[in-house]
Structures are given as C-alpha cells and as structure tokens.
C-alpha cells in the first residue's frame, strides 16, 4: 500500500485522502462526485481492510468455539459449550455467567456441571430431563435424517454473519459514488447497552452513517443480549446527507444545514482524525469507546487463553497459533490507539450560529474522561500481563514457510517470535501517543480553556502518571533477593523504561525554538529527569544494592549516568542566527559550569 501511495505522489491529488472541489462529470475518473456539480471528493478508501481485520476475529471464534446458529450463544457461553472439567473456565467467564444466571438471562442449554458450579441449588433442577427418541426417517422426509439444516459457510464462516457485514461495505462504497463522505463520528450516538438491547436490535443501525469504519459488535459483557454484529441498513445521517446534496432548492438546502446539532447528524470525517476531536475515530464504538475498548481486551484475552487447546486442531500447523496471537494483538493496539486520542482531546461541533440547539464549536473532553483513557492505555501497554505471553505459549508461536502467495511472507522470517522486538514496537508506539507534542501541547492549551475553578487533567499530573507508571520498581532498596532469571525488573519492562527515558530527553531538547507550549513541556521534562534521578540514586546506594540482579543493576546504573549527562550537557546559544558565508552553522559549546 506504501508503495502504491509513493506512486501516486507524483500525481495530481496523489494519494488524496483528504478532499478536493472538482466539476467534472460522474465517471470520468476515480474521484469523481455528484454529478455535473461541484463536489467533494474521497480518495484511498480502506473500509475493506477493517473488515478483514473483524472477519479474522470472527473465524477465531468460530474456529475455537464450534459451529454455531444465528441465535448463538454469547463468547462467555459458548466457551463452556463444549462441557470442559471444572478448573479449566476461566474465573472472569464464572463470574458473566453468574450475572446472567442472576439476571434471567442465560441459556438453559448449559451442561449441568456448569449450571451446579454457578449455583449449586440449581444442580438437581438442571439435570436434563430423558429425551424421547427420534421417529425414524421415511422415505417422504426432505431432511437428512431428520437434522437441522447446517448453517450456510462462506470461507469457514456463517452466512448470515457476513452478509450483512458485505452490505454496509456496499453501501458503504455506493455512498462515495454518490459524493458522500467519510463520516467517522458515525458510532458515537448509543451505548453499547443500548446497542446490545431489544430497543436497536434488529429495527434500526447502531451507527448513524454506513461512511464510518465501523466495527464488528460482539458482546462480552455489555447489554443483555448479542446485538446485530454488523450495521442493517442505511443511517439517519446518510438519509440527510443525500437529501441536502441533492435538494435542488438553496432554500430548503439551507434549511436542512441547520439540523446539524441532532446528534443523529453527527459527522466528522478525514482530516478531522488528525484533529483533537476523540469521536472522529476509524473503528471505535459507542458513546462511550472507552468500554468498547475493555470489551475488546476482555475478547482479546479470552481467545489467547484458548489459543493452543481451542484454535489449534489436531493436524495443522503450530504456526496458526502465532497468526492466532496476532490478530488478538491487533484487537489490543486497535484499542490503545481507539483510547489515546482522548488525551487532549475536545470535542468538535459544526452548529453555525442561530441553529436550533446550536453548541460553542468546542468541548473540552472532562478530566476524568482523559484519566480514564491514560489509565486504559498504560494497562494495556507497560505492564507484562498485558500481552498474555508466557514459556508455553512461546514455544508454539512458529511461522510456516511456503513457496507461494500464502506463505511467501514467512520464507524470511525466524521461526522463533522476535518477543522483545514486538512488544517494545507496541509500548513506544503507546509513549508516543501519550507523549508526542501535539498531544501535550493539547492537554497545556486545554488547561487554559478549562475556568480555573474546574478540573482539568494538566501536563504535570500526566508526567507524574506516566512516570510512576514506568518506573514502580524503582522504589527504594530491595529487601529480596533477586536474580538475572528472576530479575528485580523484566526485560519487558527494561525496555519500556529506556523508551519512556529517550521520551524525556526528547521533550528537553524541544524547547528551544518550538511553539510556546513546549517550553513549559521541556522544564517539567528536565524536573522529571532530575527526580528519576535521585529514585535511581536512592535504589543503587541504598542498604539492598547488593540484592539487585546484574540486569537491573546495569539497566539503572546506565540510565542514571544518561539522565546525568543529558542534565550537565553542552547547548547551543543562537545556533538558528548563526551562519558562517557557506552556510555552516557556527556552534559554541558552553557547560553548566562555564568551561568553553
């Protein structure tokens, strides 16, 4: 896709992600709009992509838990549908289904085992009563021995779940052919409860608009029902959008613009997913994503925890295994990614003046919105159980090498997984998320916005949050001993701290000649560098040095000499003004102490 892109660099509107006005006619070339009038037009359209990212999740699940109807069980249902001992159901799906149990929810189909681990008063009630036997099958019967039809299967997955999922794509791509653009504010408008209810499924979309990336919708835990997995049919927002486009009357046009507020006409598109705007998001969901995002964890862990007995068959490769992890990977940065953009974050409104309901164009996000959304991401990111990795499963996620389309991407790679390499990717892609200047200079701005007798989440509190979060071995002497196989800190974490460090250093140096935000951000980055340098101190000099393994002891001795000389180190005074006739910078170095 990169290189393709490359290409249509040198291109007029190469690329064109964004928008451009073009009067051509409807056909004359790919980004074409409405016809014969000016119109906005869209470019790379990854809508498909997405989908393929849900149809994976999908045919895990499918694979793990077996054939299933229409009416399925839910995840945490179908987990023990198989009958497996006691001990081996993990205690978070115990614990849902309880709830449903509690709440008159959940299927009387359960074996009785699992019905007497839920509630043991209910162990007599549930043994199933005796079935009489099956007529046997005559010759006029249509069915094959009297069994239920199968469900038809597309590529190892139910028809009815990828219908109607390849008709929102349709639709999806038949609205850019009629000059609709993306609308990534789409699933913002119902909660996943709602969505996951009597009151949507089944009688209208959960997403306004068919133009968003909308996710597949699988409940784990919200809602007491399974929803419809996919959008039925076109949204509210769509209908208005086409009306107003092709409305011949200025004046009713106008008339229409002005129901912008009604949170059924919510939009947001391209450009604005570079914006402060946390709902223009690819591939979130519900008013509040945040839950979504548990939801997908909660997904993603469950289907790891059955990666080797469940997703693995007998006869196939182990190498399944590892596409298996990654796909669950994907699930977890896709909600890392989804959360992030709420640091910072303002909502964005188009009310023009005068337009019933009409909002200011800007909401700053609440405090505790923000919080929350740091919270999620350093769960998911820093800590070693977030990533569901252990010796046994290590041992499984191998590659598979064919000489073909389907394998040729594996020929150049180990078949042991590169695990540091990988994980360290996903926890600096999350500290710069959480650490990049525009989001910080976002969060300094938004300070000022906030009234002064109102909370505001602020730079230093996330300074202090992501480093207390980064560095919690780093507390003291250690009373215990520990050991290079059992070191004070993982590798994992080793390496997280030395991207959280290189983060720091970074915001120093920015300073200088940035936009007025980053000076504020460069002096409380040094103030961080110079108290994780004394917690360094305290830990290497305290009574318990000789407890820390050699591991830690040279990953805290090394960082600590950094931090100590990126604080005393050399700057360059007017570097910017200074050039000699060939156009070379002239530097003077000058320390702390005055040396030249």
Known sequence: MLQQRARR??????????????PTMLGDDEYDGLTGRVSQLNGLCMASNGKAMDLAVARMMWDMYGEMGNDRAEPAEAIVAEDPPEGEIPAEIIEILKKKLADGTLPDNLPPEIMAMLNPEVEEAAQPEETPAAPEATDDDDTDEGDKPKDEMIDGIPEWYIGPMLAELVAHEVGHTLGLRHNFAGSSVYTLEQINSDELKGKKPWSISVMDYNPHNINVESGKIQGDYAVIDIGPYDHWAIKFGYTPSDKDAAKLATESAKPEHRFATDEDTWGPDPFARRYDMGSD????????????????????DRFVKDGEHWAKARQGYLVTLGMQTRGVSMMANWLGGAHIYRDHKGDPDGRAPIEVVSAAKQREALKFVMDATFYD????????????????????????????????????????????????QLLNPVTLQRIYDNEFRVPSGEDALTLAEVMDTVTGAVWTEVNGSPSKQ???????????RRNLQREHLDRLIDLVNAGENGPAAFRPISDLAAHTLRNLSGRL????????T?????????????NKARIDRVLDAAYIANAADMRSSGGAPILFFKTEEGSK
């Open 537 to 544: 101190g305290s830990t290497l000099e305290g009574p318990g």
């Open 9 to 22: 660099g040198v291109l007029p509107y190469g690329g064109h992600a964004v928008a451009a006005a073009d």
């Open 482 to 492: 520990f050991t290079a196989r059992e070191p004070l800190i993982s590798s994992l």
């Open 289 to 308: 994503p945040l839950t979504y995002a548990r939801e997908q964890i909660r997904l993603s862990s469950t289907l790891r925890e059955n990666l080797l």
């Open 385 to 432: 159980e977030a990533y569901g990795l252990t010796p046994d499963v290590l041992r499984y996620l191998t590659v598979e090498k064919w000489f073909d389309d389907g394998g040729i991407d594996g020929l150049m790679e180990d078949a042991t997984w590169p695990v540091h390499d990988r994980i360290l990717g996903i926890q600096a892609s999350a500290m710069t």
């Open 546 to 558: 000789k407890n820390i393994d050699p591991y830690t002891m040279s990953h805290l001795s090394e």
